[in-house]
């Protein structure tokens, strides 16, 4: 088990807390949260079902707070959740999921599965499985204050009203054009009519 993923499954163990435990305890595979989802309307694919989008934290919680759980792990009859299965999951957790909240909307016992979405991000995160994209957005808002990396004096630029042209700014035009500013003020307003 390398350090990081050790971390992570640490991370896992440390977010599971009352009412995770309590949601996973409570779940009675209903599937009326995959109903909701977007993801699995559109797909049809079981994968994005929000509850099975939380698997790998799903068996931390049964394999390290359950006896169930534990006896199943030492018997070996509960898969260990392994590194690259979190490699595996990290598009269902981040990329398939909008935060919308709905499917926590209609669970019958209330389980609020965006919480625990949220937690498993976080568990994901703390072992290196967050995607390449969003690691580096957070790195420039913690370094820069901006996740796009914009600078304050490019806010500057853009938030600071514009001033109307003055005669000698006007004059400072090069010549082509300002020939063609006073020709087009010259032109009559309406040269159709003039036509
Ligand atoms: S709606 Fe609630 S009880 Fe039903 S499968 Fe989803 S999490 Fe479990
Ligand atoms: S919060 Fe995520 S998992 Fe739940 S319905 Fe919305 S997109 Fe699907």
């Given at each position: ?92 957790v981040y990329d ?45 808002a913690v370094t ?45 307003r309406n040269s159709?009519?003039?036509?």
């Open positions: 088990m390398s350090a990081s993923f050790e971390r992570g499954i640490n991370a896992f163990k440390e977010v599971i807390d009352a009412p995770v435990a309590s949601f996973f305890s409570s779940c009675v595979h209903c599937g009326l949260c995959a109903e909701t989802c977007l993801f699995y309307t559109e797909t049809g694919d079981p994968q994005y079902a929000p509850i099975r989008k939380l698997e790998p934290l799903r068996r931390t919680w049964f394999q390290e707070y359950t006896l169930l759980g534990r006896l199943a792990k030492l018997a070996g009859l509960s898969k260990p959740v392994t590194d690259e299965e979190l490699a595996a999951w990290s598009p269902l398939s999921c909008s935060m919308c909240g709905r499917c926590s909307m209609v669970c019958p016992v209330g389980n609020d599965l965006t919480l625990m979405i949220r937690k498993m991000r976080e568990g994901m995160a703390a072992d290196g499985h967050a995607p390449e994209g969003l690691i580096t957005a957070t790195t420039r820069s204050g901006s996740p796009a990396g914009v600078k304050w004096v490019t806010v500057q630029a853009q938030t600071t009203p514009m001033k109307p042209p003055t005669a000698a700014s006007r004059s400072a035009l090069p010549t082509s054009r300002a020939n063609s500013s006073a020709a087009s003020s010259r032109r009559p159709r009519s003039s036509a």
